[in-house]
Nanobody
Framework: QVQLVESGGGLVQAGGSLRLSCTAS????????MGWYRQAPGKQREWVAA???????DYADSVKGRFTISRDNAKNTVYLQMNSLKPEDTAGYYC?????????????????WGQGTQVTVSS
């Protein structure tokens, strides 16, 4: 079992930046794929970004060029750097871990989820 704890959310003005962190309760060296999802009020949870142990990354079209995912296995932590934030990025952001490597990262199937951290972008 792996517990994932997110941090770094908050309130920011449009155009600003935030960096989310997700720290695991144990080593993520053997967790092949780490990712981020988000869920806005009244909407379904959507995949945002993912990274494999080998460093392969992929992003949802809505965040491509603005968000960057990275991982530090030595710190058991995954990051999501979010730049040029827009009001439509407002959502709860959830960290996820998939022990496998999906063919398409957008199709990852998480085995573990964090509790989420809220990001609010004001216009």
């Amino acid at each position: 079992q792996v517990q994932l704890v997110e941090s770094g959310g908050g309130l920011v003005q449009a155009g600003g930046s935030l960096r989310l962190s997700c720290t695991a309760s144990r080593s993520i060296f053997r967790i092949n794929t780490m990712g981020w999802y988000r869920q806005a009020p009244g909407k379904q949870r959507e995949w945002v970004a993912a990274i494999t142990n080998g460093g392969r990354t992929d992003y949802a079209d809505s965040v491509k060029g603005r968000f960057t995912i990275s991982r530090d296995n030595a710190k058991n932590t995954v990051y999501l750097q979010m730049n040029s934030l827009k009001p439509e990025d407002t959502a709860g952001y959830y960290c996820a871990a998939d022990r496998g490597i999906p063919l398409a990262l957008a199709a990852m199937s998480p085995d573990y989820w964090g509790q989420g951290t809220q990001v609010t972008v004001s216009s």
